[in-house]
């Protein structure tokens, strides 16, 4: 199987999980990664970008509407927009607010799960509330990989517990070992060829 995207959603500690889990990447990580975290609607853009940035070995931005995915970047959903993926793109919505969130994760991973199928790969990390366990599903309808937090590791269990509630997911892990995963899943993607966890 080789995979084409990572999504993530992350809420309350997400900021700290993501740096744990997205720094050891290197800058050759073949695949693009699309982040929403929860944050307020007052949120300054660009300062979850800024922080990251100084973390991580891959370009960082925030995303905008009709961005092209591209390897070995990460693409941040804005405050206060729900951001969707297209198949090699992406796009910004303002619709209402889902499980008072926007960006909502759900959101986020049904829409990834429509385009890329049994090509992508989807991550949730720490946050205090069952965002996400909807888009998980999805992902398993539509057979791609699914990954969760530990919830005995996370700064806040809920959101991860929720998705491992669901019955669906493939592994939960520790954020180191979910750095370690990516990488092995994304090497299924690129030159070396037949790299692939089960």
């Known amino acids: 199987m080789s995979y084409e995207l990572v999504v993530i959603g992350c809420s309350w500690g997400g900021l700290s999980a993501l740096r744990k889990v997205l720094g050891p990447l290197p800058s050759t990580f073949p695949l693009p990664i699309v982040v929403a975290q ?3 609607s007052q949120s300054t853009d660009g300062s979850m970008t800024a922080v990251l940035e ?8 925030e995303a905008d ?12 959903a804005p405050p206060d927009y729900h951001l969707l993926v297209e198949r090699g793109s992406l796009a910004l919505s303002t619709d209402e607010k889902v499980r008072f969130s926007r960006p909502s994760i759900d959101v986020l991973l049904e829409s990834a799960a ?3 199928g049994t090509r992508l790969i989807a991550v949730i990390l ?5 965002d996400g366990a ?5 992902v398993s309808q539509m057979r791609g990989k699914s990954i969760v937090q530990d919830p005995g ?6 959101m991860p517990q929720a998705a491992v509630d669901t019955g669906v997911v493939d592994m939960v892990l520790s954020l180191e070992d979910i750095s370690e ?16 966890v089960v």
């Open 181 to 196: 995963v990516l990488l092995s899943l994304a090497g299924a993607a690129d030159s070396r060829g037949g790299l692939h």
């Open 114 to 116: 429509d385009a890329y």
């Open 65 to 76: 509407d009709k961005d092209s995915l591209e390897p070995g970047h990460i693409y941040i």
């Open 153 to 158: 590791t996370a700064e806040r269990a809920e």
């Open 126 to 130: 720490t946050g205090a509330n069952e």
């Open 134 to 138: 909807i888009g998980i599903r999805r």
């Open 38 to 40: 929860h944050r307020s």
């Open 54 to 61: 100084t973390y991580v070995s891959l370009a960082v931005s």
